[in-house]
């Protein structure tokens, strides 16, 4: 989603080999404030900022039976504890990221899916490597249907092999325990001490646009640019799901969630790199020029995301539509994105309390049981000559958004030709995942077309970050227009999440920012 970024030595006529002359500085910063609810970043009036910005995390949890453990969200990870991210110039709002984690969690099914296994699981215990099973009686065995045979499952290292045969190599922080049951590696899990638990790593180039798109000159500013981020609450799917590593299977459906699911102070700290031009000999200061020429003002275009939430009312079967204004007047629109996670189980009691989904937390896009349909409004005219109404419609416009397809596996994408366990045949509705493979005992059958994310193109070229590089909205709203099939499994009230990628100004003169386009 991210798009070239300006160059600021180039724009004040610094030489290639003025800008090759440079140091870069890292600093690790302290929360101004922090607490359970949000915390607050303030960075030096030094440097220009590096795209490079981390937010170290570390959560521990006050669950300390050894098998029974609320741990991270499957696919989300340490995102989970994200709400929304907001990142200002004084009192100015520069740019606002509301549902985070469920953006997030979108935007990573366009990284190549080696990249994952080898660092989202690493730097933000956040897993969705699969792989295909034999499910034999050992995992190298000769495979039986009601095991999953020919379904999918977590690429595990396998630790059950047969007779002679080293272990498989799968991802890194997940061990198949037996031919059926995966779970986390220890050191993977959060656990009820800070000096055990994993420390996590949030990349905020990957969530704010503006860092990829515009090199803020800290130096030459007169306020200070924040980072505030907004925890998620620490209710039943958020920031953690409960699991159970014990050979009981499945999980009880009715497993108490226990909150004391702490973000750890100490280890709440931001990594930021500052970069600093060097003098050279017989030229000006390129610093000095850089904050002379930002005295007369330039403006930068850089991208923002704008939300609308709604929600489709449970229903026990059958085709529900559902209308959405997304506002949008005046606003340069780039794309489009759009989540549907079921509705979280809150009651009075906790051991019935239930996330959307017991293995993904709350952070999923429940597909339909049959086909979702979707039309976008925009002036009062509807943007596809008829409605996107097949699977691979909808995943070929969602891979229109940026220079990459979407990359997950289409079990976790849709119900529609997947293979039969049974006699190994490709057939229409058909589960990708098996209800006798497991993950912390909870059946894979969880994941059954729950990335079924919806996106809509709207940008004259996804890679490149321009002015007028989307479509116009005039006072007319766009509205979303999206249609699913449900049943009774699915029929449980969906939100409806949307965001959409709308053109920014920010002119930086003498000293200030201003922002325009919000």
């Not at 193109?457 to 449900?486: C, F, H, M, S, W």
Request: hydrophobic share 40%.
């Amino acid at each position: 989603m991210s798009r070239k970024r300006a160059d600021l030595a180039r724009m004040v006529g610094i030489s290639a080999a003025e800008s090759q002359s440079q140091r870069v500085e890292t600093r690790l910063i302290e929360p101004r404030s922090f607490s359970q609810s949000q915390a607050t970043f303030e960075l030096p009036m030094e440097g220009i900022l590096s795209s490079d910005v981390a937010l170290q995390l570390q959560l521990t949890t006050s669950e300390t039976n050894a098998n029974v453990r609320m741990d991270l969200p499957l696919m989300a990870g340490i995102l989970g504890c994200i709400d929304r991210a907001e990142m200002f110039f004084g009192t100015t709002l520069i740019s606002s990221v509301e549902n985070l984690a469920h953006l997030q969690q979108m935007k990573n099914c366009m990284v190549d899916q080696d990249i994952r296994d080898q660092t989202h699981n690493v730097y933000l215990g956040a897993f969705s490597g699969l792989k295909a099973v034999d499910g034999g009686a050992a995992v190298n065995g000769a495979g039986a249907a009601g095991n999953g045979w020919g379904q999918f499952a977590l690429n595990a290292i396998d630790t059950v092999t047969a007779a002679n045969t080293a272990a498989s190599q799968g991802i890194i922080g997940l061990v198949q325990n037996t031919a059926l049951e995966t779970n986390k590696l220890d050191q993977f899990r959060t656990k009820a001490l800070a000096s055990t638990s994993p420390q996590w790593v949030v990349k905020l180039k990957e969530i704010f646009p503006v860092l990829t798109q515009i090199p803020l000159p800290l130096f030459a500013l007169k306020e200070r640019v924040r980072f505030v981020f907004h925890w998620s609450t620490d209710t039943v799917g958020n920031r953690a799901v409960a699991g159970d590593t014990s050979t009981a299977q499945p999980l009880a459906a009715n497993t108490p969630f226990t909150a004391g699911n702490d973000i750890v102070e100490a280890s709440c700290k931001l990594s930021t790199d500052l970069i600093y031009y060097e003098d050279m000999a017989g030229v000006p200061s390129p610093m000095a020029r850089i904050q002379q020429e930002l005295e007369s003002g330039a403006t930068l275009c850089l991208t923002d995301y704008v939300s609308v939430f709604s929600q489709f009312a449970a229903v026990a079967a059958g085709s529900q539509t559902l209308s959405t204004l997304l506002g949008l007047d005046h606003q340069i629109v780039r794309n489009i994105l759009i989540a549907t996670p079921r509705l979280p189980t809150l009651t009075a009691l906790p051991a019935t309390n239930q996330p959307a989904n017991r293995s993904l937390g709350n952070y999923e896009s429940a597909g339909p049981n049959g086909q979702n349909t979707l039309q976008v409004s925009i002036n009062s005219e509807n943007i596809f000559p008829s409605p996107l109404n097949t699977t691979a419609k909808l995943y070929n416009e969602f891979s229109q958004i940026t220079d990459t397809p979407l990359k997950i596996n289409r079990g976790l994408y849709s119900s529609n030709g997947q293979i039969d366990p049974g006699t190994g045949l490709i057939v229409p509705n058909q589960a990708a995942f098996s209800a006798n493979q497991f993950f912390h005992g909870i059946p894979n059958t969880e994941l059954n077309f729950k990335l079924n994310y919806l996106g809509v193109n709207l940008a004259k070229d996804a890679t490149e970050n321009y002015v007028g590089n989307g479509i116009q909205v005039g006072r007319q709203p766009v509205i979303v227009t999206l249609t699913k099939d449900r049943n009774a499994e699915y029929g449980t009230a969906l939100r409806f999440l949307s965001w959409s990628e709308c053109e920014r100004s920010m002119l930086i003169k003498s000293g200030n920012i201003f922002m325009s386009g919000q």
